[in-house]
């Protein structure tokens, strides 16, 4: 079992930065892949941002040159930096945790965070 517990979310007018913390309950040495993921109301969850063990990373094009995703080992944490943040960006804000064991893959969550956008 996995526990994820994020921080950071908060309200901010556009054009301001935020950064999300995602603090694992254990080494995150052992998670495959690690990623944010947001949703709107009203819409489905999409993935932000993800970086892999070995520390490559991926985004969504509408956040590309804004977020950078990044991960602390020795803190068993992942951040989000968000910046030049847009009304569009508002949502809640999930951290999750891809775990491969042997054969069997789990995605653990976080209870989320809420980012609202201020035009």
């Known amino acids: 079992q996995v526990q994820l517990v994020e921080s950071g979310g908060g309200l901010v007018q556009a054009g301001g930065s935020l950064r999300l913390s995602c603090a694992a309950s254990?080494?995150?040495?052992?998670?495959?892949?690690m990623g944010w993921y947001r949703q709107a109301p009203g819409k489905e969850r999409e993935l932000v941002a993800g970086?892999?063990?070995?520390?490559?990373?991926n985004y969504a094009d509408s956040v590309k040159g804004r977020f950078t995703i990044s991960r602390d080992n020795a803190k068993n944490s992942v951040y989000l930096q968000m910046n030049s943040l847009k009304p569009e960006d508002t949502a809640v804000y999930y951290c999750?945790?891809?775990?491969?064991?042997?054969?069997?893959?789990?995605?653990?969550w976080g209870q989320g965070t809420q980012v609202t956008v201020s035009s």
């Open positions: 970086i892999t063990s070995g520390g490559s990373t």
């Open positions: 254990i080494s995150i040495d052992s998670i495959n892949t």
């Open positions: 999750a945790a891809d775990l491969v064991v042997t054969t069997m893959r789990t995605i653990y």
